[in-house]
């Protein structure tokens, strides 16, 4: 990345986009009264509000939804849902979704008992194959290794049927936790990476490079990461969002910490378990295997990243704040892409794209990755929890103010 990180930047200018499909249209209020979006800290951003229209879906408990547009113009969206079988053992379950009308409405669930692994995160290529990364953890009732390990699972049929491999590096440390970064990266070149990583002190990394779709993985190679504090005990490419710059260097947003491992220069890491964990970047010029540190982006507590291409050539992060900085919640901030990375001003025109979850619970809330819909539409995906403790998920439609 050739830009610094986290400094306000002036964004080209947008157009405003007519409604379709009954996206509501800036500056009139949503009809069904949902509650709008919240623009803090305004600077590029006129409006203090957006309107949008909430969709509520699935079944209680669905948590941490991801969503595709599948080449049919359908949705797919994915969740896990999990319950306690005794003796200290549980059953996580993946159930799909499906919207015929970008959004509107959804069918299901589709359960899917043989894609093990939970926090299901979808992926999708540019000629329509899908895939799913997840880990099943070690207490899960189907685990038969002895400790939490991942899956990557792909379809050709818009995610009727998948087939499912087992992403363990031989490399790694017996039983260690193994995890993976949440997208399955295509590069410009239609090639396929998957980050694997070690969820242990001096963790090992490692990328499977596909040529063919992702029917085999041969190519496999380490990967290294500078700037690494020397007793840093957690994994590097878990839970890691990658992407590919216009100039074909590739990006990692990381998801580190906590309790003063990997403390932001010139502050103490609250130390709150994974409440304080935050994000930071590195970037790779050969092909994923040497990475450099190039900044911290936001602060503690926010997590779960993931790009979106604007039609108007910004981009929007969008990320959770968990409940260490209240209010516990999906954000997103507008930036640009230049030729060798991106730029965010993570201090201004803070978007709060939901706050349903009361003060006072630390988890149940946020995810929330964002797609652009066929007609220019913003979809996001999220959970919270109510005043029971009881998991929802929802998707809102909105679309992009522009700037001043």
Known sequence: MAQPLALPVSFLSSLLVATALAGPVLGQPAKDGSPPIVVRHNKQIAVNTIPCRRIALGEPEDYKPSVVQLPSGD?????????????????????????????????????????LGREPYLSITRNGTLFITGHLLRQDIRNTHGHTHSYLHRSTDEGHTWTSIRLQPKSF?????????????????????????????????????STDGGKTWPERFPATFSGVPPKYPYTLLGEAHLWQARSGRLHAILRVGSANSWPIKGTKDPGNTDQSERMLTYTSADGGRNWTFTGNLGRYGQMYPAIARLPDKRLLLTFTQRAIAPQLGVRAVLGIETRDGFQFDMKHDELLLETKTPPGQSSGGGFGPTIVLKDGTLLTAYTYRDAKRVKHAEV?????PANR
Do not use: C, M
């Not at 949705?75 to 053992?89: C, E, H, M, N, P």
């Not at 990476?193 to 499977?208: C, D, M, Q, R, Y």
């Not at 809102?396 to 992009?400: A, I, T």
């Open 173 to 209: 440390r017996k039983g260690t936790t193994v995890l993976t970064a949440r997208n399955v990266l295509e590069t410009a070149d239609g090639a396929l990476l998957v980050g694997i990583s070690e969820h242990a002190p001096k963790s090992g990394n490692v990328f499977w490079k």
């Open 396 to 400: 809102v439609r909105w679309r992009v």
């Open 75 to 115: 949705l797919l969206l994915v969740v896990f849902a999990g319950k306690q079988v005794g003796g200290g053992k549980i059953r996580e379950i993946t159930r799909t979704y499906r919207s015929k009308d970008q959004g509107l409405s959804w069918s299901g669930p589709e359960l899917h008992p043989l894609l």
